[in-house]
C-alpha cells in the first residue's frame, strides 16, 4: 500500500497475556520507529530500527517489551505479561534513508489490557 | 530535567483569523524541530521541520518559527480554516538522530 499499515487497529487482550502488534511501513523505507501514545499525550518513544537492526531501544520501558524486523521491512512489537498499564495507542512510523527526515506513522493499534 | 510544552488548553479562534501555538523545551539543544498535526484517531502527519540555523520556514498558511535562545517554537496557521481543527505536536531530535521526542500537543478548533 501506499502509506504505513498496522494490525489489528483493536486489540483487546487480559493481564499476564502475551500481544503482538504489526506494522508494514512504506516501501523503501529503511528506518522504522515504535512509539506509544496515552491519552492526552504525545507520542513516546520506545524503538527505532535502521534496516533489520534495532539501532535504539532505550525507549523500551523494560523487558517485557521486544520488537524485530527481520528482513528489514515488517516489523512485530512484542509484548509478554501484559499489565494494565500497558494499555495505549501503539504508532509505527517509517522513514526514507537520510537522518532527520519526517517521519510517515501508521495509523495505530489500540491495545486495551483488562 | 527535560521537557517539551505545549499549551495543554484548547485554543480556539474564528475561521480567518491567524492560530498561533507555542512550544517551549528546557535542558535540549535541538539540531532540527517539526511539527505534526493529529486527528482523532489517526496516526500524526508531517507539516514542516525547521533547522536550527533557520529562524523561519513557511509552508502554504503555515509558518514556523525557531528560536533557539528563547527555546521556543511558534507555529502559525494564517487565514484558518474549520478543516484545520486537529492537535498539532512539536517534535524535537534530542541526543541522537534516531530518537523524536515529542511535546503533549495543542487542540485547535477553528469556527465559523
Known amino acids: 500500500g501506499a502509506g504505513v499499515s498496522q494490525t489489528p487497529s483493536n486489540k483487546v487482550t487480559e493481564k499476564g497475556k502475551y500481544v503482538e502488534l504489526r506494522c508494514d511501513p512504506i516501501?523503501?523505507?529503511?528506518?522504522l520507529y515504535w512509539y506509544r501514545q496515552s491519552l492526552g499525550q504525545g507520542p513516546e518513544f520506545l524503538i527505532y530500527?535502521?534496516?533489520?537492526?534495532?539501532?535504539?531501544d532505550s525507549g523500551l520501558p523494560n523487558d517485557r517489551f521486544f520488537a524485530v524486523r527481520p528482513e528489514g521491512s515488517v516489523s512485530t512489537l512484542k509484548i509478554q505479561r501484559t499489565e494494565r498499564g500497558d494499555s495505549a495507542v501503539y504508532l509505527c512510523?517509517?522513514?526514507?534513508?537520510?537522518?532527520?527526515?519526517?517521519?510517515?506513522f501508521g495509523p495505530g493499534t489500540r491495545l486495551t489490557v483488562l | 530535567s527535560q521537557k517539551i510544552e505545549q499549551n495543554s488548553e484548547a485554543l480556539n479562534i474564528q475561521e480567518g483569523k491567524t492560530a498561533t501555538l507555542t512550544c517551549n523545551y528546557t535542558?535540549?539543544?535541538?539540531?532540527?524541530l517539526q511539527w505534526y498535526r493529529q486527528d482523532p484517531g489517526r496516526g500524526p502527519v508531517f507539516l514542516l521541520l525547521?533547522?536550527?540555523?533557520?529562524k523561519e520556514k513557511r509552508k502554504e498558511r503555515l509558518k514556523v518559527t525557531f528560536d533557539t535562545t528563547l527555546k521556543q517554537s511558534l507555529f502559525h496557521i494564517t487565514a484558518s480554516q474549520p478543516a484545520d481543527s486537529a492537535t498539532y505536536l512539536c517534535?524535537?531530535?534530542?541526543?541522537?538522530?534516531?530518537?523524536?521526542?515529542f511535546g503533549t500537543g495543542t487542540r485547535l478548533q477553528v469556527t465559523l
Open positions: 517534535a524535537l531530535y534530542t541526543g541522537t538522530a534516531s530518537k523524536l521526542t
Open positions: 512510523a517509517s522513514s526514507g534513508g537520510d537522518t532527520y527526515n519526517e517521519q510517515f
Open positions: 530500527f535502521q534496516g533489520t537492526g534495532a539501532a535504539d
Open positions: 516501501s523503501g523505507h529503511t528506518a
Open positions: 525547521i533547522r536550527e540555523n533557520e
Open positions: 535542558n535540549y539543544s535541538p539540531a532540527y
